[in-house]
């Protein structure tokens, strides 16, 4: 069965930074895709960056430039390493994990940007 485990979120002001982390445990098969989402109150959840087991990276518009997404995939985690955040950026984070047609989902860490 696979789990995943985010770490990382809190409060931060604007314009700091934060790394969240996502380990996921079980079996993972090679080309499998990782990626982070958020949601936001009353907002729908919305991708921010996602990478593929062999390195293809995509970032939503609105992070591009602000986060890098890394993958180590000896130890099935993933990495987001966000900046000059933003009090817009306030959600909750999830780790997502595509694998032979489903998707695993960690129970969310919350990232407060304060003005």
């Known amino acids: 069965q696979v789990q995943l485990v985010e770490s990382g979120g809190g409060l931060v002001q604007a314009g700091g930074s934060l790394r969240l982390s996502c380990a996921a445990s079980?079996?993972?098969?090679?080309?499998?895709?990782m990626g982070w989402y958020r949601q936001a109150p009353g907002k729908q959840r919305e991708l921010v960056a996602s990478i593929f087991s062999g390195g293809r990276k995509n970032y939503a518009d609105s992070m591009k430039g602000r986060c890098t997404i890394s993958r180590d995939n000896a130890k099935n985690t993933v990495y987001l390493q966000m900046s000059s955040l933003k009090p817009e950026d306030t959600a909750v984070y999830y780790c997502k994990l595509g694998m032979s047609g489903y998707d695993y989902w960690g129970q969310g860490t919350q990232v407060t940007v304060s003005s």
């Open positions: 079980g079996t993972i098969f090679s080309g499998s895709v």
